[in-house]
């Protein structure tokens, strides 16, 4: 059984369409990265798959069930969690507090000051996360998720504006996962993506292009024109991050 399907998934705003019939799955245990240029479609994926936004048209499956139509928080109670593009922290609120909270809305057997512990950081529980670093915050973000003791995680542009040594301790946390979560990445990074995934799926104007392993996608001539034009010389770099044309 697959741990998530996607399947005949659209999505219009208004008369603009930015997902178009998309479907695919996830093996239990499969770490799958998502990537594609700036408007793909990709954060409204996520949306639906994670229930902040309903499909035009689609449906959704979470170990063989149908969650199209249930609530978010019923969704995170199969085991689904996720990070966000932008801080979806309390701001105004302590460590604690925010983990709190995230805990409440899931069966997690952990509880907040245990979790702190493990992480080393119950000396901060009682800062509020607007003073902590950009990099601190985009991991506590992560920590809370997996604090949700999730079986599928989907991270959104998880190492966004962060510096190389604060991506590098973000990629150890997601690559130090227990191999039994499903792992579902959106990254602009290359190098990341690279390092993290051992599928790839690329959307552009909202439909799949390609999908498949990274030497798979390295090579694939129709991602390479998407990404780099035709006649572009490799897809080797990893490229300044938000760019919106040249994505590595
Ligand atoms: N709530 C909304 N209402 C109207 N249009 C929207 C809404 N959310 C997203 N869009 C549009 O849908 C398209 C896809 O946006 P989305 O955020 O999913 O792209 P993305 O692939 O995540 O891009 P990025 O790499 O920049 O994060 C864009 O054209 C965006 O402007
Ligand atoms: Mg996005």
């Known amino acids: 059984m697959n741990a998530l ?3 005949n998934l659209s999505k219009d705003f208004g008369g603009l369409r930015v997902l178009d019939n998309v ?7 499969e770490r799958r990265g998502i990537i594609g240029p700036n408007g793909a479609g990709k954060t409204t994926l996520f949306n639906i798959i994670s229930g902040n936004l309903k499909p035009s048209a689609g449906d959704i499956f979470l170990y063989g ?12 109670r199969l085991g689904l969690a996720r990070t966000f593009q932008k801080s979806n922290l309390f701001s105004g609120l ?5 983990l709190y909270l995230a805990l409440l809305a899931t ?28 990099g601190e915050q985009r991991q506590v973000e992560l920590l809370l998720a997996l604090a949700q003791h999730p079986r599928i995680i989907l991270l959104d542009e998880p190492t966004a504006g962060l510096s190389p040594a604060e991506t590098e301790v973000i990629v150890k946390i997601i690559g130090d996962l227990p191999r039994d979560i499903t792992i579902l990445i959106i990254e602009h990074d290359m190098e990341v993506v690279f390092a993290l995934a051992e599928r790839i799926t690329v959307l552009h ?5 390609a999908e498949g392993s990274k030497e798979e ?3 694939d001539p129709r991602v390479r024109q998407i990404y780099l034009g035709i006649g572009g010389e490799g897809l080797s770099r990893a490229a300044p991050k938000r760019s919106p044309h040249l994505l590595w």
């Not at 149908?66 to 019923?74: A, F, N």
């Not at 104007?205 to 292009?209: A, R």
Request: proline share 5%; hydrophobic share 35%.
């Open 5 to 7: 399907e996607v399947r």
């Open 94 to 98: 302590s460590l604690y507090d925010n």
């Open 205 to 209: 104007f909202g439909q799949i292009v």
């Open 107 to 134: 069966d997690s057997p952990f509880n907040a000051k245990d979790i702190l512990k493990e992480w080393g950081m119950w000396e901060k529980r009682k800062i509020c996360v607007d003073r902590l670093s950009h």
């Open 23 to 29: 479907s695919f799955s996830l093996r239990p245990g």
């Open 217 to 219: 996608i390295k090579s």
């Open 65 to 76: 069930a149908r969650v199209t139509r249930l609530p978010s928080w019923h969704r995170s």
